[in-house]
């Protein structure tokens, strides 16, 4: 674990190469397993693979989505029902759960932050990404996770540079 948390990092280019479903399927299949506040459970994710979606998805914001456009795919993390206290909490631990079990199948990611982002003065972000993707009124949207294979190299995390004095004993 600390290993793949030490070479995760954001990923904005991505190669033109489809991800397997099954890859989609576990990464799925994991962001099911995240835990939530009371064992709610009321995430949903809303797969994007169509490319025209995705670069209309990429317009959502001003800066930090155009990577979207070259993504295999996107998932879309929301809550559907009513707001609770800690949503933005179980809608981002279950997006943290897929950038790392995509990691650890050799794909790379990129957090697009949806909620309290503006697509232009008078709609918000969350707006636009429901209308683009179909999304029901109700849902709350979190986040939007670009997956791909890289098309880029980073560096691992560099251990001796951590901000250790973080830390309080």
């Known amino acids: 674990m600390l290993e793949l948390l030490k070479t995760r990092r954001s990923i904005r280019k991505y190669q033109d190469k489809k991800v397997e479903q099954e890859k989609v399927d576990a990464i799925l299949k994991a962001a099911l397993m995240a835990p939530s506040s009371s064992n709610r459970r009321l995430w949903e994710f809303y797969v994007v693979e169509d490319k025209e979606k995705l670069s209309k998805l990429s317009k959502c914001r001003v800066r930090g989505s155009q990577l979207l456009e070259g993504a295999a795919l996107a998932i879309v993390v929301t809550i559907d029902g009513e707001p609770y206290d800690v949503w933005i ?64 190299e980073k560096e691992p995390h560099d251990e001796e540079k951590l901000l250790y004095n973080k830390i309080h004993r």
Not at 105 to 123: A, D, I, P
Request: hydrophobic share 40%; glycine share 6%; charged share 25%.
């Open 89 to 152: 909490e179980d809608a981002s631990i279950a997006a943290v759960i897929m950038q790392l079990t995509a990691h650890s199948l050799g794909l790379g990611t990129c957090w697009v932050q949806v909620r309290e982002r503006q697509y232009n003065e008078s709609t918000s972000t969350e707006d636009y990404v429901k209308e683009v993707v179909g999304i029901s009124e109700s849902a709350k949207v979190e986040c939007i996770i670009a997956i791909g294979y890289p098309d880029e």
